[in-house]
């Protein structure tokens, strides 16, 4: 499948995976709907990919963890971006590391509210209408933290395993349908991810990845890219993808 004139919503659009995706789709002539919390950000984007490739993107500033916001953006849309080729549900945070016993609260709601909630809320609105065209792929954006748990990461590790679970529902319950369900399980990519879980300490963040060439947002873009573009008969369910000196969440090697 060529994704030329062809439309992708992303989510969590303006940084990280997301971002990188939306660039690497935008390359190929795909038009965007660019979902993110922060405008300026949305807006930058959304003039170079314009200016770049030639494309038509559109923006929503939408929190994906608010359905009201969702719903408006969702209904503002032109019936043609209400039915996407592609749905990229990316959006998701960690917060701390704090055992569970002893997270806050807020942090505990913030990750279950945007990672599954979110995800959800997004899917609702636009898999209908991908139903009723007869075609499209839903890209779930899980985590190896969806297929382990390891210290520290209990809430965030329990909201990627509901992302996986999410995506295997969802994939059964569109087994009679042309739609395909992704889901794109990632180890250690270098993002905004550890500055955010680390709210905003660059060193502790720096070391997650230190000692070791982690993956980055292009090569999960990459990986997006290919399984969209496979022939229509062809899902690629599930993909878990980790640095090559990462064998799983704890076992890394990493030079001095
Ligand atoms: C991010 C991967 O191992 O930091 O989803 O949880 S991990």
């Given at each position: 499948m060529k994704l030329k004139d062809k439309i992708a919503v992303i989510t969590?659009?303006?940084?990280g995976i997301g971002k990188a995706t939306a660039e690497y789709f935008a390359r190929e002539g795909c038009n965007l709907v660019l979902i993110a919390r922060r405008v300026e950000r949305l807006e930058a984007l959304k003039s170079t990919l314009e200016e770049k490739y030639k494309v038509k993107v559109f923006i929503g500033k939408v929190d994906v963890s608010d359905f009201s916001q969702c719903e408006a953006f969702f209904n503002s849309l032109p019936d043609e971006l209400k039915a996407p080729d592609i749905l990229v549900n990316n959006a998701g945070l960690a917060y701390g590391m704090e055992k569970l016993i002893e997270k806050p609260v807020e942090d505990i709601d913030k990750m279950f509210d945007v990672n599954v909630k979110g995800l959800i809320y997004i899917t609702n609105l636009f898999v209908p209408q991908m139903v009723k065209k007869g075609k499209g792929s839903i890209v779930n954006v899980g985590s190896i933290a969806g297929r382990e748990v390891y210290p520290g990461g209990n809430v965030y590790c329990a909201t990627k395993h509901a992302v996986k679970a999410l995506s295997r529902a969802l994939r059964i319950e569109l087994v009679d349908t042309p739609l395909r369900v992704i889901e794109i399980a990632p180890g250690?990519?270098?993002?905004e991810f550890s500055v955010v879980r680390f709210k905003g300490d660059k060193e502790k963040a720096a070391n997650v990845y230190k000692g070791l060439t982690p993956l980055y947002p292009e090569d999960i873009a990459d990986l997006i890219l290919y399984t969209v573009t496979r022939?229509?008969?062809?899902?690629?369910n599930e993909v878990i993808i980790m640095p090559t000196n990462q064998a799983t969440t704890t076992i890394i090697h990493r030079e001095n």
């Open positions: 969590g659009a303006t940084a250690l990519v270098e993002t022939p229509p008969h062809v899902q690629i």
